[in-house]
């Protein structure tokens, strides 16, 4: 059976440690992922925090734990979570990409960033699934990385998991601007706004909208001031589908913990 292709909102760095409802949906979705199609023998992973010019897979055999922020609690640093990496997937994806006429470029180097290895911490704990890392552009437009996604598309018959993984709204400084908001803060109504568009658009494949969705989504520009963390749910549609989203929650206020799966296999998931 298909395996669907994911976008999943990682949240602040805080959230491997202070998961609140996305912690047990994400618990919940790695063990429906195989009771409803089969786990995956390998996950192509990318993150909104794994950016480059030209598109590049890290195909290391065995990946480490990367801690791309600071000014946290000791504690986050203390976790870990080393897969081993997916280097004879490396040369598939490749494969998929040069025949679409994309770049692409593999290197024999590894590393999670914590868009990767949270959600995964929750859905596969004991670090057992094979990681292939897909770095991208983040000044390709929303329809090249659909089409991106598209290229890959195959890989979900083959036994892998497509993830994307960023944050369906991510504007920090409405986080961080004068104080930082409680963690279970009330939505402020331009965030409601924007993902209810979304999650809309999605369900009904309106890609035309949702690939222009800069200009007409409301809120966008509030919502992303820059795209990087929204980027990667182009790739997962592309590679799936329609739209379905699995679960929505919220952290201070404005930082949407939406989910979404795509394709005809997303339903078995909701």
Not at 228 to 240: D, N, S, V
Request: glycine content about 8%; overall charge negative.
């Amino acid at each position: 059976m298909t395996i669907a292709p994911l976008f999943l909102s990682h949240g602040s760095p805080m959230t491997a440690l202070e998961p609140g409802a996305t912690g047990p949906f994400w618990q919940q979705l790695g063990t429906a992922i195989a009771a409803t199609a089969q786990k995956p023998r390998a996950i192509l992973a990318l993150s909104a925090h794994s950016l480059t010019r030209e598109p590049v897979l890290l195909a290391a055999t065995q990946h480490h734990t990367v801690h791309d922020f600071s000014g946290f609690p000791d504690a986050l640093y203390q976790l870990r979570y080393d897969a081993p990496g997916a280097p004879e997937l490396a040369a598939r994806v490749a494969e998929l990409l040069r025949g679409a006429g994309l770049p692409v470029h593999s290197q024999a180097e590894g590393g999670l960033d914590h868009g990767i290895w949270t959600p995964l911490r929750f859905m596969w704990p004991a670090a057992d699934m094979p990681v292939l890392p897909l770095a991208f552009p983040p000044d390709w437009s929303p329809a090249r990385l659909f089409a991106l996604g598209q290229a890959l598309a195959p890989l979900t018959d083959e036994g892998v998991l497509v993830l994307g993984s960023g944050s369906i709204t991510h504007n920090l400084r409405l986080v961080f601007a004068n104080s930082r908001p409680p963690l279970d803060a009330p939505e402020i109504a331009e965030c409601a706004a924007f993902r209810r568009w979304f999650a809309e658009r999605a369900a009904a494949a309106d890609w035309p909208a949702l690939l222009d969705y800069r200009r007409q989504a409301p809120h966008a520009v509030l919502m992303h001031p820059t795209d990087e963390h929204l980027l990667p749910f182009f790739i997962a549609a592309g590679a799936g589908g329609t739209g379905r989203r699995l679960h929505q929650s919220l952290t201070y206020g404005c930082l949407g913990m939406d989910a979404y799966a795509f394709g005809e296999s997303a339903a078995a998931l909701g």
